[in-house]
């Protein structure tokens, strides 16, 4: 009995996880959160029709990553000043090699999550993963800045704690060899509480 009991409890450890791409259990209040950055991304104007399909049905989903959830609440934890993260911010923007910080970034869980979900995903060129306050949690790709909070794609998708959706302008990016459109949504924990948000490179010309 107990050892059935610990083998359920490890297969749905190993489903929320370790498995690139499991979601949380959806309650009404997240299914409520979702459906309206559902309704958002279909208002928004600055999105095409297949990027607008494409937002919903492969990367909304994600927004309630268990692994991008788990992380995300984690480092929110450390209520990390804004005097730290403006420091972390100016080193990072200044930096002329692979800062210890920015190697983290690059290598931590979710940024693992966030490669293993890019190789299942051609459209997917970059991906980030933010906190509450806009500070990166994991990427695939390095930024050119730690601190996103004062850009549209951490405020519209945080949106203040409600959640929302960011559409960057289309741009053509000549090293991917790609048009490639930012798109950001939020992160979103059990009860529907949005604790951060992350953003998407979608190569548009791919989709």
Known sequence: MIYRLWTAVAVAAFIAF????????????????????????????GLSAKTKAYAIK????????????????????KKMPMAEITRIDNEWMKAESLLPIQKEKMNNVTAGELKKLAAKMPAVLEAFVMDDQGGVVGENNLTSDYWQGDEEKWTGSFNKGKGGVDAGKEKFDKSANATIQQVSLPIIDKGGKVIGAVTWGVAVSKL
């Open 58 to 77: 492969s990367l909304l989903p994600l927004s309630t990553n268990a692994l991008f959830v788990k992380e995300t609440l984690a480092q929110n934890a």
């Open 18 to 45: 370790g498995t690139a791409g499991a979601t949380l259990a959806q309650d009404a209040a997240t299914k409520k959160v979702l459906d309206q950055v559902r309704k958002d991304i279909n208002a928004h104007k």
